[in-house]
């Protein structure tokens, strides 16, 4: 992974599109989300199923390790905290 690759656009941009992928819903809706859009529990789409896909998905893309101990509400409360919290982990690398 390059320095670019953890740029918060790039981080942004991922994360964007996991969703829209791993959650089936348009790649416009997703760029609608700000950092205050709730998810989990918001977003009908993203169930505890769905989770574990998104996750494996940003692990995947990013080449980021998420630990099972990691994951919890807060993170997947805001569009801006899973966000946040994925730019944690790539800059940790």
């Known amino acids: ?12 941009t991922n994360v ?3 969703l829209a992928d791993v959650l089936g819903i348009a790649p ?7 950092v205050d859009t709730p ?3 918001a977003l009908p789409e993203l169930d505890s199923m769905a989770v574990a896909g998104v996750l494996t998905e940003l692990e ?7 630990e ?5 509400g807060d ?7 899973l966000t946040d919290f994925v730019r944690s982990k790539a800059q940790g690398l």
Do not use: H, P
């Not at 416009?28 to 700000?34: K, V």
């Not at 995947?60 to 998420?66: N, Q, T, V």
């Not at 099972?68 to 919890?72: G, Q, R």
């Open 16 to 18: 964007r599109g996991v």
């Open 75 to 81: 993170m997947l409360e805001t569009f801006g905290a």
């Open 28 to 34: 416009e809706r997703a760029a609608t989300f700000t």
């Open 39 to 41: 998810l989990f529990g």
């Open 1 to 12: 992974m390059t320095g670019d690759a953890t740029s918060d656009d790039v981080i942004e």
């Open 60 to 66: 995947d893309r990013l080449g980021i390790l998420i």
């Open 68 to 72: 099972d101990d990691e994951v919890d």
